[in-house]
């Protein structure tokens, strides 16, 4: 079957950085989505990567290897903002996305 | 660009009656939309998938003739949850991909429902 696995929940201080890690196994690959979610509000998305390497974009960095079906999403200079919930999504190869749980990030002052 | 719409924002109704909401696609062609639903401290969990012109693709589990989609142009798709009861009271989110070529999908703002 399809899966998706990261951390239920994370607490980091402001300021500081937070990697949340996604594993993943699926029906082929084409892609994966990190998005930003804060309570009662519809996703936001952070990152696309389907090649290997580190995307950087501003504070968030967004890492994939396909080799070990792994990624992470990096936040640096964390702010009391980044509390949210973040969803790892994995595009089969139906082009159909495949959502794991989310991460809530607890950022404390 | 790639803003995505839904009407209404927030409705509350009577166990029983149906309930539409709109899903647009404001400065885009969206070949394929996607229906979530999510319950309070739950992950998206995808409804259907509803391409332009055909019949939506419902997941498993869920009662196509309970949740009626519409997607009669490349710019809106529309969920009718017919009956509606207490237990269907959830937020639900639409996204929309545009034309091929493109992955990422293109979340609208939720409708949150509430069937009193």
């Known amino acids: 079957g399809q899966n998706i696995d990261q951390p239920t929940e994370m607490t980091a201080t402001e300021g500081a950085i937070v990697q949340i890690n996604c594993t993943y196994q699926t029906s082929g690959f084409n892609g994966l989505f990190w998005y930003q979610q804060h309570a009662g509000e519809a996703p936001t998305f952070l990152s696309y990567n389907v090649l290997d390497g580190l995307e950087e974009k501003g504070r968030f960095s967004s890492f994939l290897s396909r080799s070990k079906g792994y990624s992470y999403l990096l936040l640096k200079e964390l702010q009391m903002k980044d509390s949210a919930s973040y969803l790892c999504?994995?595009?089969?190869?139906?082009?159909?996305?495949?959502w794991g749980a989310g991460t809530k990030l607890i950022i404390k002052p | 660009g790639a803003v995505v719409s839904q009407h209404p924002s927030w409705v509350i109704c009577k166990s029983g009656t149906s309930v539409k909401i709109e899903c647009r696609s404001l400065d885009f062609q969206a070949t394929t939309m996607f229906w979530y639903r999510q319950f309070p401290k739950q992950s998206l969990m995808l409804m259907a998938t509803s391409n332009e012109g055909s019949k939506a693709t419902y997941e498993q589990g869920v009662e196509k003739d309970k949740f009626l989609i519409n997607h009669a142009s490349l710019t809106l798709s529309t969920l009718t949850v017919t009956s509606a009861h207490p237990e269907d009271s959830s937020f639900y989110i639409c996204?929309?991909?545009?034309?091929?070529?493109?992955?990422?999908?293109?979340f609208g703002p939720g409708t949150r429902l509430t069937v009193l």
């Open positions: 996204s929309a991909r545009m034309l091929a070529g493109h992955n990422e999908q293109f």
């Open positions: 999504a994995v595009m089969d190869s139906n082009y159909q996305l495949i």
